[in-house]
């Protein structure tokens, strides 16, 4: 074991002797790196889930000459519905909404004390809530977070004549992550018909270059040993290293176990790009839910760094090239594919049958039209390098959906949004704000207020969403007590009987 340290180390000593100027424009690959709430535990008899229900919904809300309906997938749990009691809607997401989410989570034992009849509405365009025929650029014009909105507008008025609920009947509002943002912004907009929400990990303002996602990555592996996050980014100059000399390239093939030979991308600035965002996000997706009891979470920060600090299994590369396999067995994946022409064709797939219709289309279509949220790394002295700057997620959106999309686009659609929903200064009242510190998104969200009517909770130590997970008895101290304020603040929510917010 020694000897191949050695040997890795004098492979890195004799290229560095060799090093020459050897420059490009850096891009990166970003549209994997979403903030999708991942479904709680699967140990549920499909018995036990509601079956799919379906509403009649509007394509476009605010057009007048446009009549057309598509057909909404909902999910009911009326178990410990008393009349009286308040209606939770759980908002769905970047993904395919989940019955599971029906019998399972922090929110279902909530319903349960307080009586509650629970909905779950998929977002249009995920999941099987498809209203149109397929995903090409003039059929996703009607996907928006704004027509998303309308979307539970409209069902909250014809679910309130369905059940002939009273006038007066307070409906609550559930998301997290992007759903976390439309609970707090469906409450601003339709206050007449939303009385509170409960927003988590929501990031609330729009922003192209997301710069501090991978700050919070840095200091989130700082929580295990500064050991780690020194380790990652010597491994990355390493890479580096290796790049720029045909024996490395080659090496750099079997380490990662790459789908194609790197030697033959090397002159293709958006392969090298995808390359090194890859083995980013791996680090990132460990970060973003960990420990958060949902089945994503296998693997964790102590994981990755346990391997990163390992000096047995060779040098940094080595380690990097380790957590690389581990991330490609979770996936399924038997190598890494980062060439950007076939990501490209696959996005261009605008079939609901295509791989990519699980979400990737769409989102990535959100984040080029409403929010940016690019998770960017553009400096040689951060933990990952320079080499996924903001401008090549700008060439994937004009790449994927045209010319059009440009920067000028992005950064216009970007100040509408932020005026629309007004940043981090949001004009919402009963919403309660909770995020966690080892969440990357929390950077874009309401984390602290002086204002009693903005309150917030900040969850040392946890990542996306977690507090919405079924809770266990090995959950943190904190996590317990978040969950406590959130259920304290959801009894004041609906005990009050006055016409003033709390």
């Known amino acids: 074991m020694l000897l191949k340290v050695v040997n890795v180390f004098a492979l890195v000593i004799f290229l560095i002797s060799l090093e020459n100027a050897y420059g490009w424009k850096l ?22 889930l509601p079956p799919d229900q379906w509403f009649d919904q509007k394509l476009d809300h605010f057009s007048d000459n446009n009549n057309e309906l598509w057909k909404q997938r909902y999910f009911v749990n009326d178990t410990f519905y008393k009349r009286g009691g308040p209606v939770f809607l759980m908002i769905g997401g970047e993904g395919e909404a989940s019955p599971i ?43 928006s977070s704004e027509q998303a909105l309308a979307d539970l507008a409209n069902f909250i008025e014809a679910i309130n004549a369905k059940y002939k609920l009273d006038a007066d009947v307070k409906w609550i509002a559930f998301g997290g992550s992007y759903p976390g943002s439309l609970a707090a912004w469906v409450r601003e907009k339709y206050p ?12 609330l303002l729009a922003k192209a270059d ?29 890479v580096e290293i290796l790049l720029r000399h045909m024996i490395g390239q080659r090496s750099l093939n079997v380490k990662f176990k790459l789908c194609d030979p790197i030697e033959k991308s090397i002159e293709n600035i958006m392969d090298i790009s995808n390359f090194f965002e890859s083995l980013a996000s791996n680090f990132a997706g460990v970060v973003q839910y960990n420990k958060d009891n949902s089945p994503h979470a296998s ?5 990755v760094c346990n391997v990163m600090v390992n000096t047995s299994i060779g040098a940094q590369i080595d380690r990097l090239a380790e957590v690389n396999t581990l991330l490609l067995k979770q996936g399924n994946q038997t190598c890494l594919d980062y060439k950007y022409d076939k990501m490209v064709k696959l996005m261009q797939n605008t079939s609901w049958d295509s791989d990519e219709a699980n979400g990737e289309i769409q989102w990535t279509y959100q984040t080029c039209n409403e929010f940016g949220f690019y998770q960017t790394s553009d400096d040689k002295q951060r933990i990952f390098g320079d080499r996924f700057p903001l401008v090549f997620f700008v060439k994937q959106c004009t790449d994927f959906y045209g010319r059009d999309f440009d920067a000028d686009y992005l950064f216009n659609s970007i100040n509408k949004t932020n005026k629309f929903y007004f940043g981090l200064k949001p004009n919402t009242t009963n919403v309660l704000y909770v995020h966690g510190s080892i969440d990357p998104w929390h950077a874009l969200g309401l984390i602290e207020s002086d204002d009693p ?17 079924e809770p266990k008895d090995s959950d943190f101290p904190q996590l317990k007590q978040a969950r406590e304020k959130i259920r304290e603040f959801l009894r004041v929510l609906i005990s009050d009987d006055s016409t003033n917010d709390i």
């Open 210 to 238: 997301f710069y501090e996602y991978y700050n919070v990555v840095n200091a989130s592996l700082a929580t295990y040993s500064e050991e780690c996050v020194t380790a990652v980014q010597k491994s990355i100059e390493q």
């Open 299 to 303: 693997l964790t920060i102590d994981d």
């Open 453 to 469: 009517k903005l309150p917030t909770i900040y969850i040392e130590g946890t990542a996306h969403c977690a507090n919405m997970y």
């Open 192 to 203: 007449n018909l939303i009385y509170g929400s409960v927003s988590t990990s929501g990031p």
């Open 101 to 143: 989410w029906m019998v399972q989570g922090a929110w279902i034992h909530y319903a349960r004390e307080l009586n509650a009849l629970c909905f779950q509405v998929e977002h249009r365009f995920y999941g099987k809530s498809r209203p149109t025929k397929d995903l090409s650029v003039e059929s996703l014009k009607y996907l």
């Open 27 to 48: 891009f990166s690959k970003g549209h994997r790196s979403g903030g999708n709430l991942i479904p709680p535990h699967k140990n549920v008899s499909r018995e036990q």
